[in-house]
Nanobody
Framework: QLQASGGGLVQVGGSLRLSCADPTATFNSYATAWFRQAPGKQREFVSA????????HYADSSKGRFTISRDRSKNMVYLQMNDLRPEDTAVYYC?????????????????WGQGTLVTVSS
């Protein structure tokens, strides 16, 4: 299971860097995606990156403000979030997937875990 961390409380306009760890390297060769779910709302796609890190994709809501990256030597994926807004408040999850970031295919029966909570205060 991938482990998301780095969430917290930040003011509007602030920054956070989320981390996604794969401590057992179980998902080597998989793409990785970030999703988020705000209270009372459906889960939504944020960003994704290929295993090699050469291709990325962003939701319109995160484009220009968020940057996804991968450090294969550490089995880590990061989501740098800048210029945070109250509507970015959500629990953020990192999950493995297959295919292109633009059309990432999630794994059936994958346990998403608890995610990491990001709260942006105005």
């Amino acid at each position: 299971q991938l482990q998301a961390s780095g969430g917290g409380l930040v003011q509007v306009g602030g920054s956070l860097r989320l981390s996604c760890a794969d401590p057992t390297a179980t998902f080597n060769s998989y793409a990785t995606a970030w999703f988020r779910q705000a209270p009372g709302k459906q889960r939504e796609f944020v960003s994704a990156i290929t295993w090699g890190g050469e291709h990325t994709h962003y939701a319109d809501s995160s484009k220009g403000r968020f940057t996804i990256s991968r450090d294969r030597s550490k089995n880590m994926v990061y989501l740098q979030m800048n210029d945070l807004r109250p509507e970015d408040t959500a629990v953020y999850y990192c999950v493995p997937g297959l295919g292109n970031p633009e059309d990432i295919q999630l794994l059936r029966n994958y346990n998403w875990g608890q995610g990491t909570l990001v709260t942006v205060s105005s």
